[in-house]
């Protein structure tokens, strides 16, 4: 008898300990989203850090948390993550503005997003949709890194002549001068040899 008791204080005590670890936890997710987010993205959790910046942005209501949850969905190659949230940066009123404000090694940031975001289109199947996507954002230029090299090299690692056939006829009417011509000649060969296999 004595020992039911002690098992039943126990069984008790430790349902009362797990208990409130998850309320604190669910109080820390909604008090804190953003430092969660962080803490989640260092140790390498990010499909868990784009769901806590995605809710501090719905709060914020701050472009840069909706940036901090597409990279983080990007760095967990989740594509409906990357498409859900870089959708939604895009279409954000200050990103044209915010661009400026994040440095990359190589390459603007703008080229990258949408370079990324029509990736994930592509990966969905929205083929047609992603090809539209990055030549909206060069329509008459070949800068380095650009989104367009970004989804031809998604292309070509599927061996998909048709998007690099699309691509490929898209890019004959840009006429570029320097750097930019090396670069979309380079491009544009590895899609000849994919378009003529």
């Given at each position: 008898?004595?020992t039911?008791?002690?098992?039943?204080?126990i069984?008790v005590?430790?349902?009362?300990?797990?208990?409130?670890?998850?309320?604190?936890?669910a109080?820390?997710?909604l008090?804190f989203?953003?430092?969660l987010?962080?803490?989640?993205?260092?140790?390498?959790?990010y499909?868990?850090?784009?769901?806590?910046?995605?809710?501090?942005?719905?709060r914020?209501?701050?472009?840069?948390?909706?940036?901090?949850?597409?990279q983080?969905a990007?760095?967990?190659e989740d594509d409906?993550?990357i498409?859900?949230?870089?959708?939604?940066?895009i279409?954000h009123?200050?990103?044209?503005?915010?661009?400026?404000?994040?440095?990359m090694?190589?390459?603007d940031?703008?080229?990258?997003?949408?370079?990324?975001l029509?990736?994930?289109?592509?990966?969905?199947?929205?083929?047609?949709?992603?090809?539209?996507?990055?030549?909206?954002?060069?329509?008459?230029?070949?800068?380095?890194?650009?989104?367009?090299?970004?989804?031809?090299?998604?292309?070509?690692?599927?061996?998909?002549?048709?998007?690099?056939?699309?691509?490929?006829?898209r890019?004959?009417?840009?006429?570029v001068e320097?750097?930019?011509k090396?670069?979309?000649?380079n491009?544009k060969t590895?899609?000849e040899?994919?378009?003529n296999?």
């Amino acid at each position: 008898m004595l020992t039911k008791t002690i098992l039943k204080s126990i069984v008790v005590t430790l349902a009362s300990i797990v208990m409130l670890l998850v309320m604190g936890f669910a109080v820390l997710s909604l008090a804190f989203p953003l430092t969660l987010s962080r803490v989640s993205a260092s140790l390498g959790l990010y499909g868990v850090a784009t769901h806590y910046a995605g809710m501090e942005y719905e709060r914020s209501k701050d472009i840069s948390d909706l940036a901090a949850a597409t990279q983080y969905a990007i760095f967990a190659e989740d594509d409906r993550l990357i498409e859900s949230y870089g959708d939604q940066l895009i279409e954000h009123p200050d990103f044209y503005a915010y661009c400026p404000t994040e440095s990359m090694e190589n390459g603007d940031y703008q080229q990258y997003i949408f370079g990324r975001l029509a990736c994930a289109k592509y990966n969905l199947g929205d083929k047609e949709r992603a090809v539209s996507l990055v030549f909206s954002v060069n329509e008459d230029a070949f800068p380095a890194n650009n989104a367009i090299i970004y989804l031809a090299l998604s292309a070509i690692d599927a061996d998909d002549k048709a998007t690099c056939e699309d691509i490929l006829t898209r890019l004959e009417t840009f006429v570029v001068e320097g750097d930019q011509k090396e670069d979309l000649d380079n491009i544009k060969t590895i899609l000849e040899e994919i378009v003529n296999e």
